[in-house]
């Protein structure tokens, strides 16, 4: 079962989307909600050409005053809701320390980047970064979402790479609540693994699946992906982050990528 939960806390236009998504999980599994605030005082230091550091004293008193706020807001919310939370907070590089703190997560809950409809920041592009080195999965949550259910069908993307299989055991957890798994292999997708070796390793844990070769017909893989997952009536889907390196997605593309961009359902992604 998914038992500890890592939220990222930031003042963004996702925030509000990312606390309903884990208060949601919180309650399908009884799980504990860590969250995590992160304030980057590093970004604000700059050296001078003889070696000192400097920062405006006023510019961290407002970013600390932010926080404060923000804290503030969360745990009022968090009081009014009959489950288990703490609070934690750390200083520097966001990216570094929810991985650092979600050592022992069982899923990490973040934003994908979207542009608010007015001057809230949108969400730190750290999604990558987080999915490449944390050790639990990451749960992505999309813009408009308001909701998360946990029992939902689920989609599992399947090219029979070690990402795919990695994404699969990790997941497990969640694919043990889900009313359908549905493994979807794109028909011109070449598998060095076959998908009914990860049905039969969900049928050894107890779960039932369903197998889908799904034609791409001209569209990309993480369109193709986002359309199953539609037509499934899927509450996520369920993948395997960066087959390819991050750098080469990021000059040549990619289908994590892609999903990054362009998702409407949250992403369960795992290295």
């Known amino acids: 079962m998914v038992k500890s939960i890592l939220l990222h806390i930031h003042d963004d236009c996702g925030q509000a989307e990312r606390l309903a998504v884990a208060l949601d999980l919180a309650r399908a599994h009884q799980s504990h909600i860590t969250c995590v605030q992160v ?107 308001t909701s998360f259910n946990a029992n939902g069908p689920v989609v599992l993307a399947w090219n029979g790479s070690i990402e795919a299989a990695h994404s699969l055991r990790l997941t497990l957890s969640f694919l043990r609540l889900a009313s359908e798994v549905h493994i979807i292999t794109i028909s011109n997708d070449a598998s060095e693994f076959p998908p009914m070796d990860a049905s039969r390793y969900l049928a050894r844990h107890g779960m039932a699946s369903q197998l889908h070769e799904w034609p791409q ?51 369960l992604l795992a290295h």
């Open 39 to 145: 304030t980057p005082f590093n970004s604000y230091v700059v050296g001078d050409p003889f070696g000192g550091l400097y920062a405006s004293s006023e510019l961290l008193d407002a970013l600390q005053a932010r926080d404060d706020e923000e804290r503030e807001r969360i745990e009022q919310r968090l009081k009014s809701e009959d489950i288990s939370w703490d609070w934690e907070h750390a200083d520097g590089n966001a990216a570094d320390a929810l991985v650092s703190c979600g050592r022992l997560a069982d899923v990490l809950i973040l934003s994908r980047q979207n542009k608010g409809q007015d001057d809230t920041p949108e969400p730190l592009p750290i999604v990558a970064d987080v999915a490449i080195h944390a050790r639990a999965p990451v749960l992505v949550v999309p813009p408009g979402t």
């Open 217 to 267: 017909e001209g569209r990309t893989i993480a369109q193709t992906l986002l359309d199953a997952a539609r037509e499934l009536a899927a509450s996520s889907l369920v993948m395997g982050a960066y087959g390819h390196s991050r750098l080469r997605e990021t000059v040549l593309g990619g289908v994590t990528r892609d999903l990054l961009s362009d998702a409407s359902v949250p992403l």
